[in-house]
């Protein structure tokens, strides 16, 4: 009795500080919603996807557009407005979810003492706490996927005692984890984890008497409402789809013709002190790369004119500039004599040849200026062409599984009946995000965007963020981190081992899935980066992984906890871990700025400042004009549109232009401008000299 009593006032006691804990974590990220100066990314998805209306939602020409945060942002803007802290409500409620199920997680399946201590090592993360007050799909994503690994655990123990609820209980847990693709797709390798795990969950189950709660076949109420859903879920999959791949081909590679530039006249030691650049639709001027006397693009990309470097020495020796793009060539030796006959001072003359350099414009509002665009009928022919394709491999692989599916039901070979959630979500999930990932992945994106080219340097990237750049650890590091990892699965071996497999407990079965998800989602991304090139996930974009690992490590002291004699080491190392994750915290905890985007933290003070002198100055009520670094850019439109500064006049520099100040990352030139001041993250403001 009296251990009774103590084991459930020390529940009541751990639910007590799991609760407060949460409040003080939910609390701390509000204010940083509320007070985080907006970012680039942030920035992009408002005014290029929220703004373009609905139907701009679903463009998918950039990794950028995470579909969910996109949709709920959409919704939340249009009744809350556009303030910083109105465009993170969504990634708020994704916290929110990440809180409760975590708890909930750690109160159901382990001991009190662990669940608190687990619950602080969940949440202290520094970098993790970024992305719940930001509006990106990160954050969203991990509530979601937290509420998929909890939902996950109750099928397993409901799959076990063959509760009619384990369907039901599978369904949440699938969708919850379909809808963190939908709001990162890099998600996807964690969904098909859980859906593998799901499914040798029920292959292993040692009572056969599960049965979906459902009626029996047949049922006219039951078929007709499935009907109705699937035509719904088809028609929505359809548009958005039709949407994806028309916006997405637009601005795809393999819509632009090969660009290559020629300039006559010059030797080749002379050639290479010229540069010819390609500026890109975002105005981002793309080096072309020298090689046999032949300037080319590193990768096909959509260019808007042609920019040469050329020292002032050897303009009078160039004779011509041929363009070739695709098969069309052409030449603009105009532009070489307006060049030569203009008086320069600079040691490099920069120009850009005229617009007739190009191919006819496209009628496309977002590469309207391209000049190498292969035109329509080259566009419509690749849309139908690949829209057929991804019918064609969608509705194979609808009839092959629906064909198998029979087969193994009418020969008694398995009862598909329990498997059946996995393959309706999974086919719900590749009817809305096929598309998408199919344009991205034809883009690039995957493949080269955020990734490293070795395991060991994407771990390093995701150790050296959580620690929000106090300390960066080499690649000596990587020993330890691993023989970290070996800890925490010699703990979690060597408690299942001495339970035995029949005497497994809720813990011990709650670490094996869990470990079981974890150990699918790093085979996952080997065989990616083995078969399709993907290279490892480093960064933001692994930020899974950080949850994943940690309820890896958590679990392996649960299993250890089980050993009578190691269970008082095996706290007090937890507890260690726990103090020095809060100790982290404490030290890194503010209310001003990202790791990702810590550059970006100076804007409105930059504004401030601006303001102020501007008032202080002979003409109170002038116009500022203010030249910005290209990624300063966006986030200062954003803030002046807010704050209605009419006066605050933008440019993106380079190239330099008469400014009254210049805000960038340094280093500047001492001879031109003088510095009026440095901020904290290394910015600074500059003006000119004279």
């Known amino acids: 009795m009296d251990k009774t009593k103590k084991a459930f006032d020390g529940q009541k006691a751990a639910l007590a500080a799991l609760i407060a804990l ?35 939602l679903f463009k998918f020409d950039a990794s950028n557009n995470h579909l969910l945060n996109t949709l709920l942002v959409w919704l939340v803007t249009r009744v809350a407005g556009t ?100 709001a990162s797709f890099t998600l996807l390798i964690v969904y098909l984890s859980i859906g593998v795990v799901a499914a040798a969950v029920i292959a292993l189950s040692p009572n056969r008497r599960f049965r979906p709660p459902e009626p029996a076949d047949g049922h006219p109420r039951r078929s007709n409402r499935r009907i109705l859903y699937a035509a719904a879920w088809a028609a929505i999959a359809l548009l958005l789809n039709l949407r994806a791949f028309s916006y997405g081909f637009v601005t795809s590679p393999r819509m632009f013709e090969p660009v290559t530039v020629k300039i006559g006249g010059l030797d080749p030691n ?36 042609i920019t040469l470097k050329v020292p002032r020495t050897l303009v009078e020796k160039i004779t011509d500039v041929e363009v ?26 920069e120009f850009s040849l005229h617009d007739r350099v190009s191919l006819p414009h496209p009628d496309f509002a977002e590469i309207a200026n391209a000049i190498n665009w292969k035109g329509r009928p080259a566009y419509d022919r690749a849309l139908v062409i690949s829209l057929a394709a991804f019918l064609a491999i969608f509705s194979g692989l609808i009839g092959i599984g629906t064909l198998a599916g029979r087969l193994l039901q009418k020969y008694r070979l398995l009862n598909i009946r329990p498997f059946l959630p996995i393959w309706r979500v999974t086919l719900a999930l590749a009817a809305v995000a096929g598309g998408p990932i199919f344009i991205l992945h034809d883009k690039g994106e995957f493949v080269f965007i955020g990734g490293s080219p070795t395991l060991g340097e994407a771990v390093l990237s995701l150790v050296n963020n959580s620690i929000y750049g106090r300390r960066i650890l080499g690649s000596g590091a990587l020993p330890w981190i691993a023989a970290a990892f070996v800890l925490a699965a010699l703990f979690l ?20 899935v869990l470990s079981s998800v974890f150990a699918l989602a790093i085979l996952a991304v080997f065989v990616q980066y083995i078969f399709l090139g993907v290279l490892f996930m480093n960064g933001r974009r692994a930020l899974f992984f950080i949850p994943l690992t940690l309820l890896f490590v958590i679990f392996g002291f649960v299993t250890m906890d089980s050993f009578g004699r190691a269970r008082l080491w095996t706290r007090a190392l937890l507890v260690a ?12 905890a503010n209310t001003s700025i990202t790791f990702d985007w810590r550059f970006e933290a100076d804007h409105k003070a930059v504004l401030a400042d601006i303001e102020q002198m501007r008032r202080a100055g002979p003409q109170p009520d002038s116009d500022v004009r203010l030249g910005l670094d290209f990624h300063f850019y966006p986030g200062m439109v954003y803030l002046k549109e807010q704050r209605d500064l009419s006066w605050l006049k933008l440019d993106v520099v380079p190239p330099y232009q008469p400014e009254d100040y210049y805000y960038f990352r340094g280093p500047f030139d001492e001879n031109r401008m003088i510095l009026v001041k440095q901020y904290p993250t290394g910015n600074i403001l500059v003006k000119e000299k004279f």
């Open 22 to 56: 949460g409040l003080f974590f939910f609390g701390f990220a509000v204010v940083r919603a509320a007070k985080v100066a907006i970012t680039f990314d942030e920035v992009i998805t408002l005014y290029y996807y929220v703004k373009k209306g609905f139907l701009g």
């Open 83 to 182: 303030s910083e802290f109105a465009l993170r409500i969504p990634n708020l409620a994704g916290y929110l979810l990440y809180l409760v199920f975590s708890a909930r997680l750690l109160r159901r399946y382990a001991p009190a003492a662990i669940a608190v201590c687990g619950f602080v090592v969940l949440n202290a993360n520094p970098y993790l706490q970024d992305f719940f007050a930001l509006s990106r799909g990160y954050g969203l994503s991990l509530g979601l996927l937290m509420a998929a690994l909890f939902c996950l655990l109750r099928f397993a123990e409901e799959t076990r005692d063959g509760s009619p609820r384990a369907s039901r209980t599978l369904t949440t847990a699938l969708l919850a984890a379909a809808a963190s693709v939908l």
């Open 270 to 305: 002379e050639l290479t002190s010229a540069e010819v650049l390609g500026p890109d639709i975002f105005k981002v001027d793309i080096p072309m790369i020298l090689k046999n006397g032949i300037w080319a693009p590193e990768s096909p990309l959509c260019m808007t004119g």
């Open 324 to 349: 070739r793009i695709g098969q069309s060539v052409f030449h603009d030796q105009d532009r070489i004599l307006e060049v030569r006959s203009a008086p320069h001072n600079e040691p490099l003359i």
């Open 493 to 512: 071996v060597a408690g299942l081992m001495r339970a035995g497999p029949k005497k497994l407990g809720p813990n011990h079965r709650a670490g094996v």
């Open 577 to 588: 871990l726990t103090v020095l994750y809060a100790a982290h915290f404490a030290k890194t």
